[in-house]
């Protein structure tokens, strides 16, 4: 535990209803057992009487229920997860949108790609009616607009997704779902300040890495739609002081936000962010299994600090890895408030570009120069603070806290953390990193030496830990990131390594959909592991960002095996 952590900062309110399907998912473990629990799905239901009248209904239950019992007062008095969205068809879909992917030729190829295309119907979503009129009744957020989910068990909008969802949906032609989904996650940034983590009440403790403006630049790019610049602009402003946010300069004792300060080995200071999350509570989603984690500590304030500590990790869309623990083997060592996270400050570095670019676009002089100044001090603190020539790649730093919790931080060359992460490469995908020659030369023999190339593409870490994100299980929607960062390049060499892990990517899914059928009944993706996958396949309806990193790559490089036959040829 770090010597600040009696100063973290201040929580999130949250509602009564969470509190109580807490107290409702705790009874379903002890009740129905582990095997095949979800926690998530009990603070996902919708209640259908009022509240009081529930919790009356559950306090009489508890003294000698059977699992029947349960089940029968669960059927009563919810309506099951799911329940306050509706299946929606999106107006602008068309089963072969013109202009469809044109550099897949193969007919079986664009049969398959059709699919997946097809598969935004599915994963395409608007809210109940009785969200809107009896909003404490559900722990669903009732956004302005339709929606489109990564599927399973995740049935709401999230922040970093959508990014993938929205490159998909605009390989798709399908222009106004996009911008309805980005206009959702300006809602929430108008609304809280900052996106949400997803649209679910008890995720209003944190955020997701941040790519809002990388939406809206692309949208923006593919439709030139200056009316969505505007309405983002503010929503932008928002988000970029809650990344921004935090201790003022040499103030003693972390008072707890996302800006830290650092001093270089040259003496210069810097400003860069952090993950930071308001909670030191169990992430509602995951309450059993926190608390399960936290029995192992002693005291209360080592279980509130690991908390947040989990909740920080989740805000980082890494959850979980070792990349934020200590000791990668001891789940309780947790401390993700502690990186300065590579890929969270290029995110943010392209944030500060596109604020720039749509300040520009929009006339506003001054926030266009606040931004590039911005810009070029990140930029600077980036190259101080994370890159490592020798490796030639840009490496995490971890914080030291054991001296005094007082900024600036001191930089020492020990504390860059030398595990290899797909994040390690995100910076690839910013100019002006992609636009140095010898930078990226030496970041592709980097890369190419890592051992973060595998056969579904690029993995997210190397470290086999068990957690989610780590090897075998993670595979990066951040490859697509680095892929573009190659392209960007313009340099011969990258662009063949981003064939060649798009190919690995786009043939993982492919067989994936061969060996289970159609994508609409028995979609199989290698997501993240979850569910035990692992590089497994796993039955699903079709994934959000899977799906979208998909279509993306077909529309960058066609099918692979059309480049092999016309190879050949
Ligand atoms: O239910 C536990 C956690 O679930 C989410 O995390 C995972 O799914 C998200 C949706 O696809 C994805 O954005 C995230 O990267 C995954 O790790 C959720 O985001 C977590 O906050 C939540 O605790």
Redesign the pocket.
């Known amino acids: 535990m770090s010597s600040c952590s009696s100063a973290r900062g201040p929580v999130a309110p949250s509602v009564p209803l969470i509190a109580f399907l807490e107290r409702v998912q705790e009874a379903a473990l002890s009740i129905f057992g582990a095997s095949g629990f979800d926690p998530?799905r009990y603070v996902d239901l919708s209640l259908k009487s009022d509240l009081p009248a529930a919790e009356r209904a559950f306090d009489e239950l508890r003294a000698s229920a059977t699992a029947q019992d349960w089940e029968t007062f669960i059927r009563s008095y919810f309506e099951d997860a799911g329940g306050d969205l509706e299946h929606y068809e999106p107006p602008d879909y068309t089963p072969e949108p013109e202009g469809f992917l044109p550099a897949v030729k193969s007919r079986e190829m664009r049969e398959w790609a059709l699919e997946v295309h097809a598969l935004w119907k599915s994963l395409s979503r608007k809210i109940s009616d009785g969200v809107r009129t009896r909003p404490d009744s559900h722990t669903l957020i009732p956004v302005p607009n339709p929606l489109v989910i990564?599927g399973s068990r995740?049935r709401e909008a999230?922040y970093?997704?959508s990014y993938w969802v929205i490159r998909g949906l605009l390989a798709s032609k399908m222009y106004e779902t996009a911008k309805a989904v980005v206009k959702n996650l300006i809602y929430l940034a108008n609304r809280y300040g900052y996106v949400l983590?997803?649209a679910r009440a008890y995720?209003t403790n944190r955020s997701?890495p941040p790519l809002l403006s990388a939406m809206v630049r692309e949208i923006y790019d593919a439709t030139h739609d200056l009316e969505l610049v505007k309405i983002s602009l503010q929503a932008l402003l928002n988000e970029y002081e809650f990344w921004n946010s935090g201790i003022k300069y040499r103030n003693p004792c972390n008072l707890g936000k996302h800006k830290v300060t650092i001093q270089d080995a040259e003496g210069r200071i810097h400003t860069l962010s952090r993950y930071y999350a308001k909670w030191d509570k169990p992430?509602p989603?995951?309450s059993t299994t926190d608390k399960e984690s936290a029995s192992k500590l002693s005291s209360a304030s080592e279980k509130a600090n690991l908390y947040w500590e989990l909740a920080s990790a989740?805000e980082s869309?890494?959850?979980f890895s070792a990349r934020w623990m200590r000791d990668p083997l001891d789940f309780t060592t947790m401390a993700a408030t502690s990186v300065l996270p590579v890929d969270l400050n290029a995110f943010i570095l392209g944030m500060e570009h596109d604020i720039a670019f749509f300040a520009e676009v929009i006339g506003d002089k001054s926030t266009f120069e606040r931004f590039v100044m911005a810009s070029e001090a990140r930029k600077e603190a980036i190259t101080s603070i994370f890159w490592n020539e020798q490796k030639g790649q840009w490496l995490d730093y971890w914080l030291n806290y054991s001296n005094s919790c007082s900024e600036p931080y001191i930089w020492d060359t020990l504390n860059q953390n030398q595990n290899v992460y797909a994040s390690n490469f995100v910076p690839l995908w910013i100019n002006p990193f992609y636009s140095d020659a010898s930078m990226v030369h030496k970041v592709v023999n980097s890369l190419k030496h890592s051992g973060l190339l595998q056969a579904s593409g690029i993995a997210t870490s190397l470290q086999n830990s068990g957690q989610?994100?780590d090897f075998p299980n993670g595979w990066a929607p951040l490859q697509h990131m680095i892929v573009e960062g190659l392209v960007k390049s313009g340099s011969t060499d990258a662009r063949q390594m981003a064939e060649d892990i798009a190919a690995r990517w786009i043939r993982t899914n492919y067989a994936a959909y061969k060996q289970t059928g159609k994508m609409h009944e028995k979609y199989n993706v290698v997501n993240?592991g979850e569910f035990g996958g692992g590089g497994e396949y796993v039955p699903q309806t079709g994934f959000g960002?899977s799906n979208g990193v998909v279509l993306a790559f077909l529309e960058e490089f066609g099918w692979p095996q059309d480049r092999e036959i016309i190879d050949r040829e």
Do not use: I, V
Request: hydrophobic residues 30%.
């Open positions: 998530k990564p995740f999230y970093w997704d983590n997803g995720y997701q992430r989603e995951s989740a869309g890494w959850d989610q994100w993240c960002w």
